[in-house]
């Protein structure tokens, strides 16, 4: 059973940085799809970015890109989310998720559904 734990939360002021850790564990995230997904205070979660460990092809959603970058270490069995440029928009809870699917050429449609979840971690964007 694959489980998922977030870390790297945390306060931070706008225009900082943070670095988000997933650590799996039961299963080896090959051919998985594996994203962040986060949840603002009164609104819907969404997806911030997914990767395929397929072929490594990667997805932002519109408000991230250039600011955020996912990145998977395999041999850690991990995925990072690193986050420069922080706005308080980005406030929210970060929950790491994950999907059995072989991809190539990863689309937004792809990063949803997602069968396995952590339980999150809270990004606080506030001076």
């Known amino acids: 059973q694959l489980q998922l734990v977030e870390s790297g939360g945390g306060l931070v002021q706008p225009g900082g940085s943070l670095r988000l850790s997933c650590v799996a564990s039961?299963?080896?995230?090959?051919?998985?799809?594996i994203g962040w997904f986060r949840q603002a205070p009164g609104k819907e979660r969404e997806a911030v970015s997914c990767?395929?460990?397929?072929?490594?092809?990667?997805y932002y959603v519109n408000s991230v890109k250039g600011r955020f970058t996912i990145s998977r270490n395999r041999e850690k069995n991990t995925v990072f989310l690193e986050m420069n440029s922080l706005k308080t928009e980005d406030t929210g809870v970060y929950y790491c998720?994950?999907?059995?699917?072989?991809?190539?050429?990863?689309?937004?449609?792809?990063?949803?559904?997602?069968?396995?979840w952590g339980k999150g971690t809270l990004v606080t964007v506030s001076s």
């Open positions: 998720a994950a999907d059995r699917a072989e991809v190539v050429g990863l689309a937004a449609s792809e990063c949803s559904d997602m069968d396995y």
């Open positions: 990767i395929s460990s397929t072929d490594g092809s990667r």
């Open positions: 039961g299963v080896t995230l090959d051919y998985y799809v």
